[in-house]
């Protein structure tokens, strides 16, 4: 049986993590996913996207008053994230 051996390249990695360079068409699926489900969830429902220390992450949140009671009711954003697959 042959063995197989996979070596990672430690830089690459992390552009691909941060979504730097040749993948930073990865950032726009991301936010174009996390505007998806903000939309599914109804307004009020906001995308912040942004670096943080080892990667590249969205965050939708409910910014407004009844954005957070129709989360806390209904769980409007958790029901929506079939939405952004």
Known sequence: MSQVRVVIHRGEA?????CEGPYIGIRADLE????????AAGPG????????HDRFRVHVVAETV???VREHRDRSL????????
């Not at 992390?14 to 941060?18: A, P, V």
């Not at 174009?32 to 939309?39: I, M, N, Q």
């Not at 958790?78 to 697959?85: D, H, I, K, Q």
């Open 45 to 52: 429902n906001e995308v912040h996207g942004f670096e943080g």
């Open 66 to 68: 009844d954005a957070k």
């Open 32 to 39: 174009r996913r996390g505007h998806t489900v903000a939309s």
């Open 14 to 18: 992390e552009r691909l993590l941060r």
């Open 78 to 85: 958790t029901r929506a994230l079939e939405a952004g697959r």
